[in-house]
């Protein structure tokens, strides 16, 4: 059975940091992609981060460059986010998914399995 669980979301102020983890079981997650999404109160999820199976990553947010980056540790069948520099915009609830195909994609449609979801909310 294929489980998604994320973990390390929370309440921080601007310009602090957060790592956002993603525990993968019931499959082995080297042979996947994974994606991360949010979704902020009242408006649609999107596509934050992908990394393929071959490690290659791609930017789906404009807004995350140069603070946001993901990663994974293949022994672990974990997948990272980590974030710095937060802003308060960047609240939301982060979700990770694993890809149906072995591209990256920003599409909700294109994800075959989602977490629960961990809340990040940044705020002075």
């Known amino acids: 059975q294929v489980q998604l669980v994320e973990s390390g979301g929370g309440l921080v102020r601007p310009g602090e940091s957060l790592r956002l983890s993603c525990t993968a079981s019931?499959?082995?997650?080297?042979?996947?992609?994974f994606a991360w999404f949010r979704q902020a109160p009242g408006k649609e999820r999107e596509a934050v981060l992908c990394i393929n199976n071959s490690d290659g990553i791609t930017f789906y947010a404009d807004s995350v460059k140069g603070r946001f980056t993901i990663s994974r540790d293949n022994v672990k069948n974990e997948v990272y986010l980590q974030m710095s520099s937060l802003k308060p915009e960047d609240t939301a609830l982060y979700y990770c998914a694993v890809a149906t195909n072995y591209y990256c994609s920003n599409y909700v449609s294109d994800m075959r399995s989602w977490g629960q979801g961990t809340q990040v909310t940044v705020s002075s």
């Open positions: 019931g499959f082995l997650s080297r042979y996947y992609t």
